[in-house]
């Protein structure tokens, strides 16, 4: 009895593995077409001079070359710098809604989550047409007129190499912060209630129960989106190609806008591939410092 | 709570509400502006931009400038069929695929199961730079497929995230209701088909309004593999009528409308999905 139980069991494990691959095979199949396969092509094709008739294997001489050009390294910091303008902004703003969010009605929370994900559901391209003329450089232009209220002089927003970066980030600022202010809310709903009413047992103030208990209690959240907002941003290229090309004088040149600029305009395809793959190691260093140094307390 | 809602004074109450909902519109003001600014001037003349005034205010409505932005190419009506031919299949494939694939991982035994799991998930971590390149490679000079629907949809398929979120969410699926079902007779399709589809509606409704958002609004891979008219979407189509008329603001304005109203239309429609597709991936990540 014993003995055919087992072997009925083993069948049905054995039977069940097999729906298991039929399950995943598609799936499995456009992985490794799609995904495996360039990732291990792109590791060849670094090593080449890349011609559609037979490439030249030319060692690292693509890395070499990468990492003496200063338009790389120029890219890297525009990159950064777009990054530490934009990211923790878009954080500390999305925080702030949040928590305004939080005491008002139901239906209130709903609309203003609403309004404020809206952006997001809008294409780039789209947003693109929009804010290229928001910053329209002509006196007449929507911003031009809006500083010209408090008397600051007409500006060349997109065109000059001072205000192109800052025009980047002020879009961003407005139009990205609607996923996490989605997220961040959610989570301070997760705050148990008992939490507060210790505090308010102990006379705390609204500022002190936000430093004690909201903070540490979204430390997670705050990683995550951090983490994914770095990682986001450090792959940042519609914009950039859309609103100002890179330019002017390479002041928006961001590496991933540098990468396809290098494989769809230059085709130098070599050159493309292990600059993406230093562009890779940099986000796995960088997102592995972030847990390093704030996951140290967070508990998945 | 965080506020203390038993001030003793309601008026205090009543003053904290009003100031924080005051700063919450002028931030919502702030965020809509250009999506107002985009429909409101998509309503004027289709004439050239000079020095123009832009109104915020419409003083008359004119759909002059959608027909100016329909004109401009035999083939502006295509774009958008070809979006939605790409959006609605590749959304069809992935809560097919990569539900199917999320229930084996979760919940079906097989050898190098864990393995395979992992190696999708370091695989989400690899920027999309990486394979841009070699994707381009293999559709235009090893499969010969560009400019296609094929080139546009078969990278799509299957998306790792989607099947990331199908294995969280199904994983919570109790076992005993998959046993009694294989004691019931059932094989893993019927399964699959009868008991799982069913409990993961919710699930499904996210990934695949996520899915047709992403797809709908996606500009560089169209970008990369079309090179006619006839088979650009309209997001490639819209960016091409903004490089060919710099300065005819409204017909613009119009053509990004276009490109935005379906998915604006979604949203209103299916807002609850929408936001729940935005924790959904967040929670305990």
């Known amino acids: ?300 | 709570m965080l506020f203390k809602n038993h001030a003793s004074n309601s008026m205090t109450k009543y003053i904290r509400n009003g100031t924080i909902t005051l700063l919450l519109l002028i931030f919502a003001l702030a965020t809509l502006f250009p999506i107002y600014f985009m429909i409101i001037s998509s309503l004027g003349d289709p004439v050239e931009a000079g020095a123009m005034n832009y109104s915020l205010f419409p003083s008359k409505i004119s759909f002059a400038s959608y027909k100016f932005f329909f004109d401009y190419s035999a083939y502006s009506l295509r774009w958008l069929f070809n979006s939605l031919i790409v959006a609605g299949t590749v959304t069809v494939s992935n809560v097919f695929f990569a539900s199917m694939a999320g229930y084996a991982f979760s919940k079906i035994q097989f050898k190098g199961r864990a393995f395979l799991f992992t190696l999708l998930l370091i695989a989400m971590m690899i920027p999309y730079q990486v394979t841009q390149v070699p994707l381009y490679i293999l559709i235009v000079n090893i499969f010969h497929i560009q400019n296609t629907y094929s080139a546009l949809i078969l990278p799509g398929l299957v998306s790792v995230y989607n099947i990331f979120l199908a294995k969280q969410f199904m994983g919570s699926i109790p076992k005993e209701i998959i046993e009694s079902a294989k004691m019931e007779g059932c094989n893993q399709f019927q399964i699959y088909w009868r008991i799982i589809l069913p409990l993961s509606k919710t699930v499904l409704a996210v990934m695949a309004i996520l899915t047709f958002m992403e797809n709908w609004n996606t500009f560089f891979w169209p970008f990369l593999v079309t090179n006619t008219m006839d088979m650009q979407t309209i997001q490639v189509g819209l960016k091409n009528f903004r490089f060919a008329n710099t300065t005819y603001f409204a017909p613009m304005m119009a053509g990004a409308t276009i490109s935005a109203l379906p998915m604006f239309v979604l949203f209103f429609s299916l807002q609850k999905y929408f936001l729940e597709g935005v924790t959904v991936g967040a929670v305990k990540g």
Request: net charge positive.
């Open chain 1, 1 to 300: 009895m014993m003995q055919a139980t087992k072997t009925i069991k083993k069948r049905k494990v054995k039977g069940d593995a097999g729906w298991g691959y039929t399950f995943i095979a598609v799936a499995l199949v456009i992985f490794a077409l799609f995904t495996a396969y360039p990732v291990a092509s792109a590791f060849i094709i670094s090593f080449q001079e890349y011609k559609p008739l037979g490439s030249t294997f030319i060692g690292f001489d693509n890395y070499v070359e990468t990492l003496s050009d200063s338009l790389f390294w120029k890219s890297i910091r525009t990159t950064i710098v777009y990054t530490i303008l934009t990211v923790p902004v878009a954080l500390f703003l999305s925080f702030a809604v949040a928590i305004l969010i939080l005491p008002l009605k139901k239906w209130m929370q709903t609309t203003f989550k609403a309004v404020f994900y809206l952006p997001a559901v809008a294409s780039g391209v789209a947003l693109s047409v929009v804010w290229l003329w928001i910053f329209d450089p002509m006196p007449s232009g929507i911003l031009n007129k809006l500083i010209g209220t408090v008397g600051a002089d007409n500006q060349n927003w997109l065109g000059s190499s001072s205000t192109a970066m800052l025009s980047l980030v002020l879009m961003a600022w407005l139009s990205s912060h609607g996923t996490s202010i989605i997220i961040y809310l959610a989570a301070l709903l997760g705050i148990d209630n008992s939490y507060y009413e210790a505090a308010d047992l102990d006379g705390a103030t609204f500022l002190q129960k936000l430093r004690y208990i909201v903070v540490p209690c979204l430390k997670p959240t705050t990683l995550f989106l951090l983490v994914t907002g770095v990682i986001g941003s450090f792959q940042v290229f519609q914009n950039a190609f859309l609103m100002t090309g890179g330019g002017p004088d390479n002041a928006t040149t961001m590496v991933g806008l540098l990468i396809f600029n290098n494989a769809f305009k230059y085709f130098e395809f070599g050159k493309a591939a292990a600059q993406s793959l230093i562009l890779a190691l940099l986000i796995a260093g960088v997102a592995l410092v972030q847990f390093k140094f704030l996951g140290k307390e967070v508990e998945y």
